[in-house]
């Protein structure tokens, strides 16, 4: 009987704490917004500055709200200030947009610095994107040059 009672409060302990790790009070403490998910700032093979190179070195935007947002005049820099600055550029609900470093042709998917040189240092560096008025919307660092890439 002992045993049957210690099953049942452990059963009980396990519902409680999968209820509770569940639980959408947490996830509703996180508001929408427009922020960054992932950096992948160490490209595959060797750093020879060519545009698939550089192109493989980006940061993921994710608009989490409801409604499209436009991010004409919104900045994302590193922390040695190398800045790009966002167009005529509406993120859909709920969409994300990847910022490459080398050339190429804006889409909705994709957008590029056209730079030809490397922006994101390969094992330290600060995200940052800021509204068209200044203020930070979000920001995120790694100190890691064993990875290649870090999530937000």
């Excluded at 209820?19 to 996830?27: D, I, R, V």
């Excluded at 992948?40 to 750093?47: A, E, L, M, T, V």
């Excluded at 042709?105 to 940052?128: C, H, K, L, S």
């Excluded at 994107?129 to 200044?134: A, I, M, Q, T």
């Amino acid at each position: 009987m002992h045993h049957r009672i210690a099953a049942t409060v452990l059963a009980t302990g396990t519902a409680a704490a999968t209820l509770f790790a569940a639980s959408p009070a947490s996830a509703a403490s996180v508001a929408p917004s427009v922020h960054i998910t992932e950096i992948y700032y160490n490209s595959p093979g060797k750093d020879t500055r060519s545009n698939s190179s550089l192109n493989a070195e980006w940061v993921r935007i994710k608009n989490s709200t409801s409604r499209a947002v436009n991010l004409r005049n919104w900045t994302l820099t590193d922390a040695s200030r190398h800045q790009y600055k966002f167009g005529s550029y509406t993120l859909g609900a709920g969409k994300s947009v990847k910022v490459r470093t080398g050339r190429g042709g804006d889409t909705a998917a994709n957008r590029y610095q056209d730079r030809r040189a490397y922006v994101w240092n390969n094992d330290r560096d600060t995200a940052t994107l800021r509204k068209s008025n200044g203020s930070k919307a979000d920001s995120c660092s790694y100190s890691n040059s064993r990875r290649a890439s870090v999530l937000c």
